[in-house]
Structures are given as C-alpha cells and as structure tokens.
DNA sequence: CCGTAAGTTACTTATTCGTAGGTTACCAAG
DNA sequence: CTTGGTAACCTACGAATAAGTAACTTACGG
C-alpha cells in the first residue's frame, strides 16, 4: 500500500502535486478542475497547494513548463541527425512515444491554456512547439532554396499531422505506434501521390 | 444604431443569441463562459437563454451542431469532384476559407467539448470532423489497395494538418489563404521529398 | 523535549447555474 | 381609441461550487 499516507519532505509533496495535478487537468481541462479536487487525490488539504505553487494558475504553470520541455527536448533529439527522411521518422516516433508514455500531458498541452487565451490568442500549446519546431525548420529549408515564409506553414502542418494522429491513437489504442510512425512519415515524406502500399522506415544504421 | 434594443420575435431571437454565444463561447471556451455574459451581449436577461435553449449546454450543443453540420457540408463538397489531387486542393481551400470567414466557429470547434470529455475521451470536435473524412476516404484507399486500416490515420493527418496551419494563421493572417493552401496541398500531395520551389494549384477546367 | 516544517479546520468572498413569479410591450378585435 | 390577451421580458432570489486566507495543531529530527 503506498505509505500510510505520512508526512512528506517539501521536494517530494510539490513532485506529487504535479503528478496528481497534471492527472487531474488532463481529464477536466484547466478551468474544469478545482484545487480542491488536486488537494484531495494528494490526500492533503487545499492550503498545501497553495503553498507550493500559490495557486491554481502557479500549478498550471510549472506542469506546462515541464512538459513542454521535455517534448521539445525529445523531438530536437530527434530531428538532431540522419537524412532529412530520417528526421521526418525518428521525429513522428518521438512523439507518438511521447503520447504513448504520457498520455496526461499530451492531454494537458492539447488543451487550450489560460494563459494564451488571455493573451489574445486561442492557440493550444502545442501550436507555440510548432513554432520552435518551425525555427529548426527555417534554415534548412533556406538552404534548399525554398520561401523561408512557407517555413511556419510546413512546421504546423507536420506537427498538426502528429498531433491529430496522435489524440486519434490515444482513442484507439490499436496499432502500435511504430506503424503508425510508419504511415504517418510515408505520408510526410512521400505524399498522397506516391504512397506506398506497404510504408517501411528507413533507419540506417542504428 | 443597431435598432434601439426592442422586442424581438422568437426565431430571431434565438437567431441572435446563437451568434452572439458563438462569439463568446470562441473567446472563452465552454467553461470559462457564463450565461449571464452571453445574456448582457446580447441586451437581454438570464433567463432568456434559458427559455430558448433550456441552458447553457442547450445553447452550445445547438452551436457546435450548426457549426460541424456547416463544415462537413463544405469538405464534402470540395472533395465531390476531380482528379484525386484536386480533391486534396478544393479541401485544403474549403477549410481554410471556413477558418477565414467563420473565425468563431472555427475557434469553438477547435477547442475541447464538455461533451466528449463527459463521455471519456478527450479529443475536440475536429478529430469528429477526421473520422467522417475518414469514411469517404476508405473506399477510395480500398479500391487503390491500400490497407483500409490506415485510412483514419491519413485522414487525422490530412485534418491536423489543415487545423494546425489554421489556427496558425487566425494569429497571423498574413499570407493569403490561396498561397496557404497552395503549400499545404503540396506538401499532402507531394511530400517533403518533391516538395516544388513555388507550388501552385491545379484545378482543371473549373 | 523542543523548535520548526508540515499539515489542518474553518471561514470569507465571489461567481454562476438555474428558477419562481411578476411586469411590459405589441397586436388585433371591439 | 381602448381594451384585453399573449408573447416577450425582467427582477430577485436559492443553492452550489470554488478560490484563496487566517489561525491553529501536530509530527519528527536533532
């Protein structure tokens, strides 16, 4: 049984509260959600939250930062080496591995945030990664002599094509992610017109 | 002067808080907004929207119902006729043209459902929207041989694609939709691998 | 055994959904 | 013109939920 519920060290309680708190928005979304709620599945009382993290918002905030890094941190990995094909494959597995492995804070970024949207914009989080994935995007393409003005359009296309694969994936569960990498990256890469029956990766020398 | 605020009859009533909820429900999302602001909107009191629509998610299921019937029928539409990459290119201008001149529709569909998060999943409207294109996708995937199974994830890709590069643009607005979906349809059709310099459409004999 | 970090109860304040019951503008017939 | 009658509308409330805070209590290590 997961410790009699006793008394914890401040590091921990707050690394609990994000976990429970990134739990609970993923299923209710931001504003859905109450302190309360978080207080309660942490089998604490709702000043605690407070106290780590000052509030609803400040909670909100640290998880967001976190996941947001650490999907950016994985698909610059990715896209960090290998044939430009390859970047497309390692990229589109990166992330399905990452909706795989962290369905609740795929689920938080794929909702709208406060933040943004008191900002003026309505754009979901993860349209500010496919800006920065967009500012890897820009100078290769300027090298290949293309209108670096198409740049932001390729990056959300692509990362729009994951993304929406992967809240279709997270329903279904069925294929495994690595085929769906597969059709996805056959798709990016190869478009409608040369689809091929039966899509392979292309990974040299692992 | 917009008429100085008189009695209004029943159908257009409903006709104007149907807009001004739209409006309201795009800057604010479900959750975050009240019935009462809707109500002030629209120079009326409370229990008015309640009369019309018997409450707030009356209102909104109305909404999101006109908005997904309208879209579906634009899609549907553009992919009616012509050559398959055609098809590609009608879509990619039809859903964009519904991003331009439907800002607010756009804006409520893209955000995420009470109702479908009510019912377990998590998904917005438009992963709806991904899965009825995906069942007139199918047939034409079946006949050319391909494995019908990978149908919803060509369309989820297809749809993310279009959305992501909207809501971008709603933010943007700067290069005119025709140029949009001239590079979106490119880089459906041919892929990154032939994507051209200067894509351009190709509609035959309009 | 005592000081402090960790935690709790109980409250205030504010918002919002939804409704009960009364009021007024409009229209058509006398 | 004036008088109903009805559709359209409003004020005012009740109940529930949630954010955030104040002031008190308790476990635990040195």
Redesign the pocket.
């Known amino acids: 049984m997961a410790s009699k519920?006793?008394?914890?060290?401040?590091?921990e309680?707050r690394a609990q509260l994000i976990e429970v708190g990134r739990s609970v928005f993923a299923k209710h979304g931001y504003e859905?959600?109450?302190?309360?709620?978080i207080?309660k599945r942490a089998?604490?009382?709702?000043?605690?939250v407070?106290?780590h993290f000052?509030?609803?918002?400040g909670l909100y905030a640290v998880i967001v930062d976190r996941e947001m890094d650490y999907v950016e941190r994985r698909i610059s990995e990715a896209i960090s080496s290998g044939s430009p094909r390859e970047r497309v494959e390692r990229a589109s597995l990166a992330f399905l591995s990452y909706v795989r492995d962290h369905p609740d804070g795929f689920a938080v970024l794929s909702q709208d945030s406060p933040l943004s949207s008191s900002r003026g914009t309505i754009s979901s989080l993860l349209n500010d990664l496919a800006e920065r994935v967009g500012d890897v995007f820009a100078p290769a393409l300027k090298e290949a002599g293309y209108d670096t003005k198409a740049a932001p359009i390729y990056a959300n296309a692509l990362i729009g094509m994951v993304t929406f694969v992967g809240t279709w994936w997270t329903e279904e569960r069925k294929p495994p992610i690595e085929e769906v990498a597969k059709h996805i990256s056959a798709l990016a890469w190869m478009g409608l017109r040369h689809l091929p029956k039966r899509p392979t990766l292309q990974r040299s020398a692992d």
Chains 1, 2 share one sequence.
């Open positions: 519920s006793r008394r914890l060290p401040a590091s309680r859905g959600t109450s302190v309360e709620e207080a089998k604490v009382s709702k000043p605690i407070y106290e000052g509030g609803k918002e």
